[in-house]
């Protein structure tokens, strides 16, 4: 989707390289196609800004996938016939920033969104180089939308299980839209003055305001090289012990 004037205008004015940055984004919309998903289109928004300033974006939509149920590594490993996680799984750990995007049911984010937050947890034991769980230097944030209450619900479900696996969260990580409770158009459907949700200063506000802040802290994060491992040493509370994915208390 193009970007309003404001957001033009700042990407413009920008002085800061971001060159260096690579970001996933994640789409959990239920809709198997993604040209059709309404949470794509305010996805779109960041994924714009992002690309505008040089950072490589790989964007997935989850259900052109087929992501087994579970929490380990590879669910092939454990019953399932197909599992297309770990591929995912090599555009998710490469990237410096990830989104989530979701759609509201029920008042709680998609069962896709769910699945999508277990996977991420199967590789929580993994460490970086510093003993570290290999999601710290690593920044998160949320995109809801929906025709029911639970933006900021969904938003703190989400980013707190981002942070808690080693993600860092920045100010205001979190944007979304909804509309008139109840049956009705979603963000980006025709409407009498154009797509609906599209001219929506506070959504654009803050989802400009979420993507710039997941830009600068990952860009910080990723000059001062990550998080210093000074106390938070997961091979010190461990020394010599190898790595058990069916063991609870080797997870983050």
């Known amino acids: 989707m193009s970007l309003n004037e404001k957001q033009a205008k700042l990407c413009n004015e920008n002085k800061t390289d971001f060159s260096n940055l690579k970001a996933t984004i994640i789409n959990c919309s239920l809709k198997k196609d993604a040209g059709k998903s309404h949470t ?12 505008k300033n040089s950072v490589e974006v790989d964007y997935i939509h989850a259900t052109e996938h087929q992501i087994a149920f579970g ?37 709680e984010e998609s ?22 769980s290999i999601y710290y230097g690593k920044v998160g944030g949320s995109v809801i ?36 409770a109840g049956p009705g158009p979603s963000y980006g459907d025709d409407g009498e003055n154009g797509p ?13 305001i979420m993507t710039w802040n997941l830009l600068h802290l990952a860009k910080m994060m990723k000059d001062a090289g990550g998080i210093s491992n000074h106390g938070n040493d997961r091979n010190a509370w461990k020394a010599g012990c190898r790595f058990d994915y069916e063991n609870p208390e080797h997870r983050a």
Not at 40 to 51: D, F, K, N, P
Not at 112 to 132: F, H, P, T, W
Not at 196 to 208: A, K, M, S, Y
Request: net charge negative.
């Open 196 to 208: 609906i949700g599209i001219d929506n200063d506070f959504t654009q506000r803050n989802t400009t």
């Open 40 to 51: 794509r289109t305010l996805l779109s928004v960041a994924q714009s800004i992002m690309e």
């Open 145 to 180: 939308t929906g025709n029911e209450d639970g933006v900021k619900h969904c938003a703190m479900t989400i980013l707190y299980a981002l942070q808690h696996l080693g993600y860092v969260i920045p100010p205001q990580a979190d944007c979304g839209w909804i509309g008139e």
């Open 71 to 107: 929490v380990q590594p590879d669910m092939t490993e454990h019953g399932w016939d197909r599992d297309d996680w770990p591929k995912l799984w090599k555009k998710v750990s490469a990237a410096d920033i990830l989104i989530i995007g979701t759609p509201i049911w029920l008042g």
């Open 111 to 132: 069962s896709v969104c769910r699945l999508i937050i277990e996977r991420l947890y199967a590789m929580s034991g993994m460490l970086n180089d510093k003993g570290q």
